[in-house]
């Protein structure tokens, strides 16, 4: 998992997805991650995802900031039926008064939120995913019971959940010495700040850190 934006207006988050099999002489992930950082537009970015094959599976969440005032999510994986190739699924996630202009063959659409978990919830028809873990599925379950996110406070809500102490939405050391949450990252599209947290966000009231993306600009 990761987050970044640059000197173009994009920003982005990454999922871990994780399909059974490696596709082999294929890009790793990690490539195409870093590669982000030079896109300077959605097209470039639909290229760069349908142009350079990768040996295994991630999820984009991003928006082109200066640009849309939309966001969008890409599920992505290797397709073995074909040398070279991808699956993708793009999503776009709109506003009320953006789905009157949207046409139906533009793609999926959601409707002001989306919240994406560490599995294939468009391509788990045609990746075969490994045994999902555990905490995917019950995080997920969590998120739905905390209903639709409307606000910041809403997201930094479910970012900070810790009501299943095995499985929670914001892990701890101290109740799981496997795996914790390093950070927590809240891009402000209107303000132009990128927020991160090193602490629970559900609970601190200012962020350890502020970035000014207008900075980027310069």
Do not use: M, W
């Not at 399909?19 to 470039?44: F, G, M, T, W």
């Not at 978990?117 to 995080?139: D, F």
């Not at 303000?191 to 993306?213: D, F, G, Q, R, V």
């Amino acid at each position: 998992t990761a987050f970044g934006a640059n000197k173009h207006g994009f920003a982005f988050g990454l999922n871990g997805l994780y399909p059974k099999y490696v596709a082999h002489k294929r890009l790793p992930r990690q490539i195409i991650n870093r590669a982000l950082l030079s896109i300077e537009n959605e097209q470039d970015l639909d290229n760069l995802l349908r142009l350079y094959p990768v040996a295994f599976g991630f999820c984009i969440n991003g928006s082109f900031f200066r640009q849309n005032n939309y966001l969008l999510n890409y599920e992505i994986g290797p397709n073995f039926n074909k040398d070279n190739e991808n699956y993708i699924s793009k999503c776009f996630v709109i506003n009320d008064d953006q789905k009157q202009n949207r046409k139906q063959d533009e793609g999926y659409t959601v409707l002001n939120y989306l919240v994406h978990y560490n599995h294939y919830e468009r391509l788990n028809e045609v990746i075969i995913e490994q045994k999902p873990l555990g905490s995917t599925h019950t995080r997920s379950k969590r998120g739905q019971e905390l209903g639709q996110i409307s606000t910041i406070s809403d997201a930094l809500n479910l970012l900070g959940d810790t009501e299943n102490e095995a499985y929670a939405i914001f892990h701890t050391v101290e109740k799981n010495r496997n795996i914790c949450t390093l950070c927590t990252a809240h891009f402000n599209f209107q303000t132009l700040h990128l927020s991160i947290y090193e602490s629970n966000p559900k609970t601190t009231h200012e962020p350890s850190i502020i970035y000014n993306l207008k900075d980027l600009f310069i």
